[in-house]
């Protein structure tokens, strides 16, 4: 049994103990959260027996093998170095930090403790971007020459956000990260990314943020290999989340929020259909299984099993430190308005 402790009990904690309750052998022990209300209803919904407003509390606990972060971006580096230095194998949420330089105090930390750490960027979870990472590895598509990968919502759920201090940037930090990363697991991950150019801007959410809430990044890699990245806060109807794989033989197109299994017609209202989803009359497409859809089931079932078994993750702190380099590269040259080279240290 590998027993979790959880930090965070919000959005993205939710949608991991979905995931969690598919994968065997793992069982959440304790919860913590910032607020006593919110620790306490989600571990009464979720069957935990503890919670805690101390992070502390799970951090040092005899009985938790896995610390899980779930919580908003500027935590993540305090937290990760607190369950480093005690000896406990951490998993991250995206971004990995709000900058490359909290991300390497990060990789650092679980380095020199010598703990299993794994980043947990869902995208590279998904069923349908795995079967798709299958497909090239079996030559499908002859070599990759091109990713085109698009998330856009409406808009954050939460009001850190909206606050670049808190989080790092906007919409291209929010979700950017799930697009870098799509992008190099795809082309691969041996490939070396060495350039971007980046536009940001703030087109409608003026009243919220600072931040951009749209941009679209163009990263080279040192093959020739292009992705592009488009991203937005201000794209209508729901997550929009699909990705283009261009090779030299063929291409591989995933949607896993507007090509469901299911499509209905309702005068009455079908209920929740899909996250950010703004309507449910109409023509709806509900999306089935969001947590498996999306990735988190496979992404628990994934780490659970390397601390199990005392194995290093295919998703890692190092990858989370590789995405807040390009991030923060791509936020400089919306500044400079040019390409600008990425310089990842050896690692």
Known sequence: MVRIGLLGSGFVAEFYMQGLSHVPGAQVVINYSRTERRAEEFAKKWG???????????????????????LPNHLHRDAAIMAAENKKNVVCTKPLA???????????????????????????????????????????????????SREGHSGPHSPHFWDPNL??????????????????????KDVKPVECIAWGDLLYHKDKTTAEDNAVLLLRFEGGQLSISETSWTARGGLDLRNEIYGTDG???????????????????????VEKGEAEIGWVF???????????????????????????PRETFEDGYIVNIILDTAYKSMRTKRWEPIEIPKL
Not at 119 to 130: D, G, K, L
Not at 251 to 273: E, H, M, N, Q, W
């Open 48 to 70: 935990i027996k503890r919670w805690t407003t101390r992070m502390e509390d799970v951090v040092k606990s005899d009985d938790v093998d896995l610390v899980i972060i779930a």
């Open 98 to 148: 709000r900058n490359a330089s909290e991300a390497r105090e990060m990789l650092d930390a679980v380095r020199e403790a010598g703990v299993i750490h794994g980043y947990a960027e869902t995208e590279v979870f998904s069923p349908a971007v795995m079967h798709a990472r299958k497909m090239i590895e079996q030559g499908s598509i002859g070599k990759v020459l091109m990713v085109r």
């Open 167 to 188: 989080t790092g940037g906007g919409a291209l930090n929010d979700m950017g990260c799930h697009c870098i990363e799509a992008a190099r697991y795809f082309i691969g």
């Open 251 to 273: 291409v591989i197109f995933t949607d896993v929020t507007r090509s469901t299994p299911i499509r209905a017609f309702t005068l009455k209202g079908s209920g929740y259909v």
């Open 286 to 312: 509900p999306c089935v299984d969001e947590a498996w859809i999306y990735g988190y089931h496979e992404e628990m079932h994934h780490f659970v099993e390397c601390v199990e078994k005392g194995v290093t």
